[in-house]
């Protein structure tokens, strides 16, 4: 718990980027009484009116496709997490002694509540999800907030000392950390990602490490005891260190055994659920109800809660999520499978006669682990958007020829249907981004479900 408004109020503030993270900055830190100004790269015209109204209406000064003349002229600059630290007139700013920080940082630092954080390359969204879930259940005051939805800072300032902020954190938010102290952390694993912001797994991890920097002996960190990255870094951590395993029996933590999720603290054993009763399919989903479990448990929540909890746990749309059968084939919506390793996770929980749709952003991945991991699970790769000739050179490379190239969602879902057989199952994964066609992942996930529907009809 932080709760430092005094060092906002009276501060010339300039926030960059104005999606969702910096929107929301820009309200608080206003209502705070921040001199706000902001900058974003597009241009007035690109911008929603009301956006624009309330900014004017605010006396907020906008830099829209420019930059300030004096960048010395602000007290802190606050980015948005697409904003890189890198950027030329962040690094002159910096120079010149000017406080580079970020939207989570700040909402920390407003903050009366207890932040429990969540981090890791993959099935971040389901376990803040799953952890939300527990903990209002539970009775608890709780907001999920972060990478998952509402920006922090939205629910940060308000919050009273007996809630919680359940936060989906991202390495772009991490890295722009100082202060900032959650009760209860997790890092789920670490596979390559961002590599174009963060230039090696390194630079990467150091960023994701960011989130247990300040955690001391009253806090928890949650890691992943089969992932040798995340293990590596938690060596480094001051607080107590909580692995769990999908795969072993751990003298300490949370673990399988026999089909059941136990946890083990220093006091006594406490089984939580069988995995039989998950509804949530695949192995890794196993492993983010292990790490739920060990959150929620070593935050205080009563046992028997977090099982009947993780039981009645549906998913997170857009995470292998389960669409419909038509004609005796299964539609999965996995669009959240950004990078390879989140596509050959669905692919291991689906595990056969699958026909795959990706493609879109590569984010400067390889994808040949990807081809590899097909295992004879893949019949047939449906490949689109601008970077697919990427995957397929791989495919090419791997031997793997049964391919075909659609131009955009509703063609890959007509050709897969036309093609697909009773048992089989079509999965949207894209190891990709989805930039160079949608806005996010979202509005692509929603596009092939609608097309899912349509077959229907």
């Not at 390495?171 to 900032?180: D, I, N």
């Not at 793997?400 to 093609?419: G, S």
């Amino acid at each position: 718990m932080s709760n430092n408004l005094e060092n906002i109020r009276g501060k010339k503030v300039l926030i960059v980027g104005l999606g969702k993270s910096g929107v929301a900055s820009a309200h608080v830190m206003t209502r705070l009484g921040a001199e706000v100004s902001v900058q974003d790269n597009r241009a007035e015209q690109d911008f929603d009116r009301n956006l624009l109204s309330f900014l004017k209406g605010k006396g907020i000064t906008c830099y829209f496709h420019c930059l300030p003349e004096d960048m010395s002229a602000f007290d802190m600059i606050v980015l948005s997490p697409g904003a890189s630290p890198e950027m030329d007139f962040v690094q002159e700013a910096k120079n010149k002694g000017v406080e580079i920080t970020g939207e989570l940082e700040i909402a920390y630092r407003i903050s009366k509540g207890n932040f429990v954080a969540i981090t890791g390359t993959n099935g971040k969204t389901t376990t803040t999800t799953m952890v939300g879930e527990i903990f209002k259940e539970s009775g608890r005051p709780t907001d999920v907030v972060g990478n998952i939805g509402v920006a922090a800072i939205s629910a940060a300032a308000a919050a009273e000392t007996d809630e919680w902020l359940v936060t989906e954190t991202s390495s772009y938010q991490l890295e722009t950390t100082k202060y900032f102290k959650p009760v209860v952390s997790a890092i789920l694993n670490l596979t390559p990602d961002h590599l174009e912001r963060h230039h090696t797994m390194e630079g990467y991890g150091e960023a994701k490490a960011m989130i247990f920097a300040n955690q001391r002996d009253d806090g928890y960190l949650i890691v992943n005891a089969e992932d040798p990255l995340v293990m590596s870094l938690s060596k480094k951590a001051k607080c107590r260190v909580v692995p769990f395993s999908r795969v072993r029996e751990l003298d300490f933590g949370a673990f399988v055994r026999n089909g059941h999720l136990i946890i083990k603290d220093d006091e006594k054993e406490v089984d939580i659920c069988r995995t039989k009763d998950l509804h949530i399919i695949g192995d890794h989903n196993v492993e983010n109800a292990l790490a739920a479990a060990a959150i929620s448990y070593f935050a205080g929540i009563d046992p028997e809660v977090i099982g009947e909890t993780i039981k009645g746990f549906g998913g997170v749309e857009h995470r292998i999520e389960y669409c419909g059968t038509v004609d005796g084939v299964k539609y999965y919506n996995d669009s959240k499978g950004t990078n390879v390793d989140a596509t050959i996770i669905a692919l291991r929980a689906i595990g056969k006669n699958i026909i795959l749709i990706a493609g879109g952003d590569a984010k400067g991945q390889v994808f040949d682990p990807l081809i590899e991991a097909f295992n004879g699970s893949v019949k047939k790769m449906i490949l689109l958007g601008r970077d697919r000739y990427l995957i397929k050179e791989a495919a090419d490379r791997q031997g793997f020829t049964e391919m075909v190239e659609c131009k955009d969602i509703p063609a890959c879902v007509m050709e897969a249907a036309r093609i697909a057989e009773p048992g089989d199952s079509v999965l949207l994964s894209p190891a990709c981004a989805s930039y160079d066609m949608y806005d996010n992942f979202e509005q692509r996930g929603k596009h092939f479900k609608s097309c899912v529907e349509a077959l229907y009809r």
